[in-house]
């Protein structure tokens, strides 16, 4: 499965650019998960590698308390640095050894993660601090959103085949653990951790520029590691991504919508 420090060192360097650019979880989420937990309001929500705290923080007003589980020392700096509320905390951990108590969380939840995860020991860890019926939940979003111009969703499209050519070429994926999201549900279903295990779908809006799409580019691990092996924002595709989206979109914010594939397990 790969090196998880390889994957920490991923990931640092551009909290600042990953809090920005990234989308929020969709405002749906938290009933649904409430709805399948049979909570109105959580005790206690756990999100297992949380990063800059953009879906920890999202679930302030509805739990009682939230903790946020997350390796990366600039992601929890980010993290602390832009929370107030005084219900929600960051710890550092991993998804596989958070050193929680057991049964002591209504939900645990994965925003754009569990795919940097080791897949069999989290389903464990989180089966165990877990309440006997509680839900564990990885949400994924659909990559790029659906945009007005679809020809900035092309142009975003040939921008990633070049940075995974580059991946290949230069071997800056080397040793990191990565599981393939389409398979997320399945694992879950064949650890035996969860009693019920579906996918359900939900989609909503967000707004976004040109300067967002690069931003959004930019907030992607596979892209700051081919940067911080030397290659300049030429070579790796960003000056072309942002001259094409500049032609295509304009300044202006449009409307954007995106989907998140949530899979849960209730255990």
Known sequence: ??????????????????????????????????????????????????????????????AARVVGVEPSPDMRAQARAA?????????????????????????????????????????????????PGGVFAACDYDWPPLMPHWAAEAAFRRFMAGVHALERSHGSAEGVARAEKSGHLARMSASGRFRYTREFMLHHPDEGSAERLVGLALSLGGVQSLLKAGL?????????????????????????YWTSRVRVGIV
């Open 83 to 131: 929370t107030a509320a005084p219900n929600v905390a960051f710890i550092e951990g991993f998804s596989h050894e958070t050193n929680l108590a057991d049964d002591c969380a209504d939900l645990v939840t994965c925003s754009q993660s569990l795919h940097w995860m080791l897949p069999d020991p989290t389903f464990a860890e989180a089966a165990r601090i877990l309440r």
């Open 1 to 62: 499965m790969g090196d998880l420090s390889a994957t920490v060192r991923r990931f640092s360097g551009f909290a600042d650019v990953y809090d920005r650019f990234r989308p929020r979880p969709p405002a749906a989420l938290v009933d649904a998960l409430c709805l399948l937990a049979g909570v109105e309001r959580p005790s206690l929500v756990v999100d297992l590698g949380s990063g800059t705290g953009t879906s920890t923080r999202y679930w302030a007003d509805r």
């Open 232 to 256: 300049s924002a030429a070579e790796v595709g960003i000056e072309r991504l942002r001259d094409e989206a500049a032609a295509i979109m304009g300044p202006e914010p449009e409307r954007w």
